[in-house]
């Protein structure tokens, strides 16, 4: 079974350790088994690539490496603050939902 997380794809984050800190952006992907997420415009690194059909010319292109999910925290859609994140049981559907914790709405 796979572990439950805070975040997944397609939520607003923002960093709030590391190199990258204070930076936001949107999840890309997320890796469960190492705990790590891909973040757009964060923790970006230079690789070095071949000629390829995509960089014909090659040489160094910026890209975004992956963090570790305890360094992101959820930006709350409606407020734009940051917010824990919790889980309730939902009574419509009888199934967990995120909840934030400053406002108590569910997170879609």
Known sequence: M??????????SVKVIAGESKGKEG???SIDRAKNRA???GVNEVS???KP???HPQGGIVKQEASIHISNLML?????GKTTRV???????SNKLVRISKKSGEVIK
Do not use: C, M, S, Y
Request: proline share 3%.
């Open 2 to 11: 796979q572990k439950k997380l805070h975040i997944k794809k397609g939520d």
């Open 26 to 28: 949107k999840v890309l």
């Open 38 to 40: 891909f973040v757009e």
């Open 47 to 49: 690789k070095h690539t």
């Open 52 to 54: 390829n059909a995509k």
């Open 75 to 79: 930006i709350e859609p409606g407020t």
């Open 86 to 92: 919790g889980r309730k049981l939902d009574e419509k």
